[in-house]
Structures are given as structure tokens and as C-alpha cells.
């Protein structure tokens, strides 16, 4: 689902790169991923799921350095530190801004199965609003002056952020106090 903060980075990522992917729309709106189906594809229910020939790979990190490295891409450097700082930001993203900001502030508002009854909601949300900005804080400071989160060069980190960070635009939230997370 182009929609997904989890798709959108594959869809991105091979686009640029120019990798030839047959996509199938999977409408999470409609719970299509709940179904039968699609759950025996992915017990997890969850979007992306790249099928490979005989080989099924899950979860958006994993399927970028999975085509990064199919296709040779110097978005996923090849030197072992350089590499480690990509998979640290990536697991930054996934742990830390999916979970405050993601489903804290977004998918509890816009999804109806992660939203709560009542005041419960609004506690919900007012418990994750410091942590985000405490997370987005913290990439601003990563970012800093360079051109992308881990240098000079646009990483498979870069397009997985871009999924993640731009889904405050679903709910209208003002990145803007972030300077280098907002440019």
C-alpha cells in the first residue's frame, strides 16, 4: 500500500534506482492484510513483504539492504563502519521514531485499531508527545549539517527515515522546530 510508512520507502528506494518491481496493492484500510491469504504469506499481517522467486523476506529494513545489496547500490556501503552507521540509524528509526512518533502520534489517530475509547486516547497521545520530540530532537542532532542522516551520501537509512518522518504529515504535525529533520 503506497500509503504504508513502511512501503513507501521500498516503493521510493527502487523507483531511483531504477529496480523492476511487480507490485501488488495489499489495501490495509480494507484489513486485506488480515486475510487469509495474505497471512499465510506473512503471519505478522504487516506491509512489505518482497517475494523473491522462492525466497519471502518481510519488514521494510530488511527488504532495503536485501535490494541494496541484490543490486550492488553504494546506498548500502560496502566498508563495515560505514555500513554499521547506516544499520544503527535504520534501527533507530524502527525502534525509537516508529514506536513515539508513529504509532504514538500518528496511527493512533488515523488508524482505527490503534485508536483507544475516551480519555484514554488523548493520555495516549500526551504520554508520546515528549517522546517524539525527545526522538526527533535526537535525529536533528544526527542529521546536523550534512546532506543526509549518515553523510554526504544518500543511504538506504535516508529512505527508510523518509517514510517514517514524513508520516506526520497524515495528522498535520509541524516538523519545523527540527531544522535538519524539517530540510
Known sequence: DPASTTCR??????SETAIPLDYQLVDLFSDENRSDWYTRLNANQA????????????????????????????????????RARVNEVMDFFNTYLMRDY?????????????????????????????RAARRLRA???????????????ITIADYLGSGIVTAGELVGFDLRPWSSVWR
Do not use: W
Request: proline share 6%; glycine share 4%.
Open 9 to 14: 520507502p521500498i516503493i521510493l528506494f527502487a
Open 47 to 82: 506491509v512489505p513483504v518482497l517475494e523473491h522467486d522462492d525466497f519471502v523476506l518481510t519488514e521494510s529494513s530488511a527488504i532495503l539492504k536485501y535490494l541494496a545489496d541484490l543490486t550492488d547500490s553504494p546506498a548500502y556501503p560496502k566498508d563495515l563502519r560505514k
Open 102 to 130: 508513529v504509532y504514538g502520534l500518528v496511527y493512533s489517530r488515523v488508524l482505527a485499531h490503534y485508536r483507544m475509547a475516551g480519555d484514554a486516547q488523548q493520555k495516549f497521545i500526551a504520554l508520546h508527545e515528549p
Open 139 to 153: 535525529l536533528d542532532t544526527m542529521i546536523g549539517s550534512k546532506a543526509f542522516v549518515c553523510g554526504d551520501q
